[in-house]
């Protein structure tokens, strides 16, 4: 096929990463490839035990959406193999045990949100399972032998648990090599990860020398802040903006990061390109330019990214009306109650909430309001046939029918 | 079956140990399988890659045997597992890779030289290929979550290699744990093995109970010096007495023994019992006695142990009339020459010296006698139909006929 120039692709690959390593090495295999017709082979690891996707993991992806742009061969790797054994200590939360059942229905939910990201159909998707479970004890001897301890000791948190005196099991050496094994079974050109996997990313790099490959360029991508600003994305932190959220639920997550976070959001959540990049900078320097208005552009531009154009103007309105001139929306759930039942209960049925004692706490804290009007009774009961709107936060509404 | 006295089991166990891990629970075991009338279950290690078997590695074989008489099941582990996968990287001399046949080949000739001391009919021997190959990369990653890097670094070699910044391989981690899972495989009671395998089997007992089995006793046997007294007993050293060495080759090598290591070798070599010991001890530090007399006991209770009293005897007698009387023995080789050869070419061939310039050597040495003649030249022609004796060293004969 036909590639873009060097200078072109470059500039779509370069942006937004924290490394290139090396950067040099990159050069010539798009070079290469570019001489020869042939496409690049890009790896993406995914961990199939976390499978609620936010615009956080949307970083690397869209990195590996990148490439499948520029004609290249995008390969992600479902790391089941891992996620089968999970942590047989049972210390490492992050590293729960899978059945293949499990490992499965999250693998097919990961693809069902990364496809909002990623070409699903230039896509190949490969389970580490197929050939990590293949290898036998002399296999894995032969593996292992590529590493020394001393080298395993130089990743950070090795360090600092050794330093500290906090075990290691043996085990946990294994999964960097497992990983880098994954790069040498594919041959891969490059490697994607966050910063937080620039180690095992070049574990990957070392092994396929080992094994007589050119070694894949390793690309880190920074981990994007959560909407707070502060903590790194995540669900459990409550900070996300899921991939497949509605349109008003991203339009009113984005209008409430901090303004320091703005350009790093068009960056690298909302998949800005140089100009537009270079424009927001300037803007945002602009003592005569409301950051708010910026911010007003980065959440029109990701619901814009993830829904459409129409359906960003729509959730402009429906900020506007509901958090700024603090209306109720047109459009909200309805619930038609035939029985007496708390308010409490409803608003956790509905999803609103994850239990009644979060309900009870919300209350207390004036945020639930029951037409316009702050609600301090927990013990609220509500009556069927009489009609009230309920707002829960600044953004949740249900009307009682 | 009926077991002797947990006293008298003691005394012959307890006999020639380094240490028994702990002591306590082994008379308790003891008294279990008196009481039950269950034998115990003892695991000997093996490494097929080394064998030629001297008196040094009979050590740890003996041990066995006395386990055998007492009337528990003695397991020889094959360690053709770690045989044929070797040390990938190469670095690790006494860890060659061996294919399938040598390792098999290997373990016949480790068995028809172990059965020396070996009640051969009653011992299970087993490879632990046939249970370490079964495991597969999740199998060895639940393997090694049981064992911290930390711990594994106390291993004395790993931790001087460790502080002086020489590498240590990952794989170099799997060999204990391999061998531990020996353990495991077999539930044994106990393992012997030498003071250089303690950590070993440590890990093995450490194994067994995170596998939920009551752990081994581990019991240590000291190295046996060899008859220089000084480095350890092998075969590239040429100290060593070979288990299935002829009976003028054991007395003699025995009685080139330093005084010092009189007791020892009566110990640990010629298994020999707890009233003899105590004879030797006393006359060893009795004024009266010549060491000499007592060593002359040791060769002679050598050769008995591994051929006969009466070979005793004879080898007592041609050493008295080679080395003592210097003169020559009654039986030696013959070859009977057609051509005309050089000296060192012929002791070559026929065995004597591994090359012509070790022939040369001796030779500049004085150590080669015609006849009873000192041999100067290194270019001496041997002439057919010229009879002469050849002497090589202090004990070696050819005659040429």
Tied chains: 1, 2.
């Excluded at 992806?61 to 479902?78: M, N, P, S, W």
């Excluded at 070409?119 to 293949?134: A, G, V």
Aim: charged share 30%.
């Amino acid at each position: 096929m036909a590639f873009k120039s060097i200078t072109e692709q470059w500039k779509i690959i370069k942006r937004g990463t924290e490394e290139i390593l090396p950067e040099n090495d990159l050069k010539k295999k798009l070079q290469h490839s570019k001489d020869s017709g042939q496409s690049l082979v890009i790896k993406l690891g995914c961990d199939p035990s976390r499978p609620d996707l936010h615009i956080g993991h949307g970083v690397v992806l869209r990195k590996l959406r990148h490439f499948q742009d520029l004609g290249h061969r995008a390969i992600l790797v479902i790391g089941d193999f891992t996620a089968m054994i999970g942590d047989p200590t049972g210390r490492n939360k992050t590293r729960p045990q899978l059945t293949l059942e499990e490992a499965l229905e999250n693998s097919k939910s990961y693809l069902e949100q990364a496809k909002v990201i990623l070409d699903i159909k230039r896509l190949k998707i490969l389970y580490n399972s197929s050939w990590l479970n293949q290898m036998n004890f002399g296999d894995v001897i032969k593996l292992a032998s590529h590493y020394t301890v001393a080298r395993m000791l130089e990743r950070d948190d090795f360090t600092k648990r050794f330093k500290s005196e906090t075990a290691i099991s043996i085990h946990e050496f294994m999964y960097p090599l497992a990983q880098g094994m994954d790069s040498v079974h594919l041959c891969a050109d490059v490697e994607i990860g966050g910063t937080d996997q620039k180690f095992n990313l070049l574990v990957g790099r070392d092994l396929q020398k080992e094994y007589s490959q050119k070694p894949q360029t390793v690309i880190t991508m920074p981990l994007l802040e959560g909407i707070d600003g502060i903590e790194k994305m995540s669900k459990s932190a409550n900070n996300h903006i899921g991939l497949t959220e509605k349109p008003e639920e991203i339009y009113g997550r984005a209008m409430s990061i901090p303004d320091n976070m703005i350009y790093k959001y068009f960056l690298l959540g909302a998949d800005a390109n140089s100009d537009t990049l270079f424009r927001i900078k300037t803007e945002l320097t602009d003592p005569l330019v409301n950051p708010r208005n910026v911010k007003r552009e980065l959440a029109r531009a990701l619901v814009s990214l993830y829904h459409s154009q129409k359906d960003a103007l729509k959730a402009e309105q429906h900020f506007d009306r509901v958090i700024v001139n603090k209306t109720e929306p047109k459009e909200m759930p309805e619930l038609n109650l035939t029985v007496e039942r708390s308010l409490v209960d409803v608003i956790r049925e509905q999803g609103f909430t994850k239990s009644k004692s979060e309900g009870r706490r919300l209350i207390i804290q004036n945020a639930v309001r029951l037409d316009g009007e702050i609600c301090r009774d927990i013990n609220t009961i509500l009556i069927p046939g009489k009609k009230v709107v309920i707002k829960i936060g600044k953004r949740r509404f249900l009307r009682i029918i």
